[in-house]
């Protein structure tokens, strides 16, 4: 707190009893006023209780005031207490000297009361406006290491949470089947798949495996929401979803039962949408289940053509909201060369600077165009559309595409 003027204490240093008290009477209404009669007198009291301001007598026996002043300036305690020299000489050369040793003024005897009043006011002013400048970059600084320490801190835990994060998409990643062909058993199908989260971890995922020697399950999924929260319910439902089809050829037995497993006592309030199927690799019958998830297209000699177009399937709700939900399978034929192309409405939903939609007619266009390359070739140019069409954009959805196709039956 900024200290008044009036609690501000000068000390007078003259070896004359007369200048002294005309300095007292003078001052003394304004200020608290200590006296010195000598220069040894005046640095004693400067050492046991520093004033706010120093009026010095030049001419006085045994130290002058130019060696007080020396030595005031010389100590670090008192180096920045104002000193005003007093003098009868008033020669331009003396005035030199004692503002070379660190003097900020000049008062000439007989003394002016009203001209010491003011100088006083201005210098006591000056310094009290340099204090409170001194103190408020004191707590500046203080202020701005504080904030720098907690601004460490903070980049120290956004590094440890972006370290966990990757950790956390490297081992969701490396559930993901990665390596295509995938099954030796399954040689007659042909499968890609690619999943690109929106944050560091991603709600989607898509999975495949052997239920026994002559049908293969697959599986693409989306959970509600994004990052962190929807890539653990990810991984608890692709772990209840591969337990519940093993030896199991009902797809809606295997959806069913990781329905119940999610549901009971679902307190993040995640749901999952699911498009899983089973192959029977000896003749290409499809069994499926929907649970909420958009149709897949399928490819026939470059053409496509929605799910739903081919068989009168039942959409299903989607799985991780209310236990004992009834999940019906339904039936696709599957012929020798056709795809399926099963999808996450990451892929339709995305939006471009112009606010259109991607949509399923520009999937079903870019599929066309590259229809009879390989599943691998129409995947990553189904991904390249989308990175141009969001162009400027951050991705606001996970995208995952799977395209399964049949080479020959048996």
Do not use: W
Request: aromatic share 6%.
């Amino acid at each position: 707190m900024t200290k008044d003027l009036s609690e501000c204490t000068i000390l007078a240093v003259d070896d004359t009893e007369i200048n002294l008290d005309l300095l007292v009477e003078t001052l003394g209404d304004l200020y608290e006023v200590i006296v010195a009669i000598n220069g040894f007198d005046a640095l004693e009291i400067v050492a046991s209780a520093p004033p706010d301001l120093i009026l010095l007598d030049i001419m006085m026996p045994g130290m002058d005031g130019y060696e007080v002043c020396r030595r005031l300036k010389a100590d670090d305690r008192s180096r920045d207490i104002p000193v005003i020299f007093i003098t009868a000489m008033g020669e331009s050369e003396d005035e030199t000297k004692g503002l070379e040793l660190g003097a900020i003024d000049y008062l000439t005897k007989p003394i002016n009361p009203a001209i010491v009043q003011a100088r006083v006011k201005n210098h006591l002013q000056l310094k009290l406006a340099q204090e409170e400048l001194a103190r408020q970059n004191e707590i500046l600084e203080i202020k701005v290491q504080e904030r720098t320490r907690e601004l460490a801190r903070t980049m120290e835990e956004k590094e440890r949470i972006q370290s966990e994060l990757r950790l956390a998409r490297l081992i969701q990643q490396e559930a993901l089947p990665t390596v295509f062909p995938p099954i030796p058993e399954a040689e007659n199908v042909e499968i890609f798949a690619r999943m690109e989260p929106a944050k560091e971890v991603g709600g989607d995922y898509y999975d495949f495996f052997m239920i026994d020697k002559d049908h293969i399950g697959v599986v693409v999924a989306d959970v509600s929401g994004k990052g962190v929260p929807a890539g653990l319910f990810m991984m608890r439902t692709r772990t209840l979803l591969r337990s519940a089809a093993s030896h199991n050829l009902s797809a809606a037995a295997a959806i069913s039962k990781t329905n119940d497993s999610l549901a009971t006592d679902n307190i993040s309030a995640h749901f999952v949408t699911v498009f899983y199927f089973i192959c029977n690799l000896n003749t290409g019958l499809i069994t499926f289940c929907n649970a909420g998830h958009p149709p897949p297209l399928i490819i026939n000699k470059g053409k496509t053509s929605v799910l739903t177009e081919r068989t009168k399937s039942i959409v299903n709700p989607a799985i991780g909201v209310i236990e004992e939900v009834e999940y019906h399978d339904s039936l696709l034929q599957l012929e020798a060369g056709e795809s399926l192309v099963v999808f996450t409405d990451g892929v339709t939903e995305p939006v471009n600077t112009q606010e259109e939609m991607f949509g399923e007619e520009r999937l079903a266009a870019v599929i066309e165009a590259h229809g009879h390359g390989s599943t691998q070739d129409i995947c990553r140019r189904i991904f390249a559309e989308l990175d141009d069409f969001q162009t400027g954009l951050e991705p606001f959805d996970d995208i995952t595409v799977l395209l399964f196709k049949l080479l020959r039956c048996g």
